[in-house]
């Protein structure tokens, strides 16, 4: 398996995660067992007026991707950049997708757009999160962070290209500056540590997955990471949920576990909503998972945030098993697969090697600016 194979696999199995736990985000898993069957949702349903339709969640990781992938562009084009004020930008030309505004003295690039933003289903609105929204409406200046006290799993859902984009990194301190990077980005919506914490969390496990590392090796590189760059005080809660997670899966056995002994053991965990309950609920299916399609069908029938959970699962079996493991019917219906596997390809090129080396072909090209204008 290739560097591209784990970058789209991790893109488009998140995508995939999404858009299967969309329609049944809001359910029990009592409510969802009865309306599919005793093995729950299995198939992609209808949700947002069609099958296979992406959420916010899958939006703002492209986004996220897009902002870290101008910062590469910038780089070589004016020699210095900030990633984090760079991808505040692609997050307000989100915000602008959702029918809404950043203040009015923000620079949101609007005038160099590249090629994410005209995307039509990209303008959808999929239950965005409200403090995604209003954090990024009252932001005023690039890179400001948020002035709430939100843990929503609006800030870790999105930070998979943080991961990928970190990958090439061989220096010491690769793990720490990705951990770092991605809670500040997490902290432009998300003002509790927590919600920040989970976010570093989750990028450097799928740094680690997509150098194709174990997942042992990745929770213990995550760990390490949390301990040095927080505090006691602060990291506590990420760390009991980590720590939860892994001691249930271990507890659990590769094999002879039922999914309702699964499904037990992820309402342990919590429904998600908050971002340390997402973390160790997919952390748990993932460790637990059999394959591609069994991680993600645990991920997503339980009462909670099913498509946020399906999402950030997909993420990382996706990075540890590569695309070709994910179903064909799975993919077939899935919204903007092409342009999701673009991005991961695009991601992979200009954001596998050491980022501050300016010499990748084509980078300075006008085709590159154009679809990632670095301003």
């Known amino acids: ?110 005038d160099q757009p590249g090629w994410l933003y005209p995307i039509k289903a990209l303008h959808a609105c999929r239950a965005p999160g409200n403090t995604c929204l209003s954090a990024l409406k009252s932001m005023k200046s690039l890179g400001e962070m948020a002035h709430n006290q939100s843990k929503g799993c609006g800030g870790i859902m999105r930070m998979a290209p943080v991961g990928l984009w970190m990958a090439g990194d061989g220096s010491p301190t690769a793990d720490i500056d990705c951990f770092r990077l991605a809670c500040e980005l997490a902290g432009l919506t998300h003002g509790h540590p927590t919600g920040q914490l989970t976010a570093g969390v989750f990028a450097v496990l799928i740094r680690r997955l997509a150098n194709g590392q174990t997942l042992q090796t990745a929770l213990n590189a995550a760990s390490v990471a949390l301990e040095t760059a927080a505090s006691t005080e602060t990291a506590h809660e990420t760390r009991i ?30 429904e998600g909503w908050v971002a340390e309950e997402a973390m160790s609920i997919s952390v748990y299916c993932a460790v637990v998972a059999k394959d591609f399609a069994h991680g993600i069908r645990l991920a997503i029938n339980h009462s909670g945030d099913s498509d946020s959970t399906g999402s950030i699962t997909g993420n990382l079996l996706g990075c540890i098993h590569g695309v070709g493991a994910i179903p064909a019917h799975w993919l077939e219906p899935l919204e903007l697969q092409a342009e999701i596997a673009a991005v991961a390809r695009d991601l992979c090129h200009y954001g596998s090697a050491d980022w501050q080396d300016t010499a990748l072909p084509a980078i300075e090209s006008d085709e590159t600016w154009q679809r990632y204008p670095g301003f």
């Open 1 to 110: 398996m290739n560097l591209t194979d784990r970058f789209m696999g991790c893109l488009i199995g998140g995508a995939v995660g999404d858009a299967l736990g969309a329609p049944i985000e809001f359910l029990s898993r009592s409510a969802i067992l009865r309306q599919f069957g005793p093995s729950g949702l299995t198939d992609h349903t209808p949700a947002y007026g069609g099958l296979g339709r992406i959420t916010d969640d899958t939006q703002m990781t492209l986004f996220t991707a897009d902002g870290l992938i101008r910062t590469r562009v910038r780089v070589a084009h004016k020699g210095i950049t900030d990633p984090v004020g760079v991808t505040a930008q692609a997050y307000l030309r989100w915000l602008m997708t959702q029918g809404s505004h950043p203040q009015p003295d923000v620079v949101s690039g609007m």
């Open 241 to 270: 949920a980590l720590s939860n997670a892994v001691r249930l899966a271990s507890a659990a056995g590769p094999t002879d576990t039922t999914d309702a002994e699964h499904a037990a053991n992820i309402a342990c965990l919590g």
